[in-house]
């Protein structure tokens, strides 16, 4: 059963990886362009959100307890933004980039962000359970 909190993180660890390969893109056009995602005073929200995810990312891999808090303070900003982002784009204010297929990339976020910090909940409760 010890091994289910691992591969749980691990797999929490690819997926900020998988995620970070979709923003990274926008943050670099973001950059040549000024004008790939919104701008949150003078901090582009891709950029935040590349960091929060990168944060994730990190707390899942190096997983000791002074890191867990980073992972709550990666995935507070994208639950956020996403949250923001989503209700701008359902109230007829787009503001969000949009994937290939036209949906707003702020609807992906926010539910990959809710998916991520279940995992952590839950790999939180079996590490618990365990000992």
């Known amino acids: ?3 289910s ?4 993180r691990i797999g929490l660890a ?8 979709g ?3 926008i943050s670099i056009t973001h950059w040549h362009s000024g004008d790939a995602c919104p701008v949150i005073g003078p901090i582009p929200a891709c950029y935040l959100v590349s ?16 890191l867990k808090w980073l992972f709550f303070v990666g995935s507070a900003p994208v639950i956020l933004l996403a ?3 989503t209700s ?10 949009l994937s290939a ?15 991520m910090l279940i995992v952590f909940l839950v790999v939180l409760r079996l590490e618990r359970a365990e000992s």
């Open 1 to 3: 059963m010890k091994r």
């Open 5 to 8: 909190p691992m591969l749980l």
């Open 14 to 21: 690819g997926f900020s990886i998988y995620v970070l390969s």
């Open 23 to 25: 923003i990274v893109p």
């Open 51 to 66: 960091i929060c995810y990168a944060a994730m990312g990190v707390a899942s891999l190096l997983w000791t307890k002074p």
């Open 83 to 85: 949250l923001a982002g």
């Open 88 to 97: 701008l784009e359902l109230s007829g204010r787009p503001t969000c980039p």
């Open 101 to 115: 297929a036209g949906t707003p990339l702020c609807f992906y976020s926010l539910a990959v962000g809710l998916a």
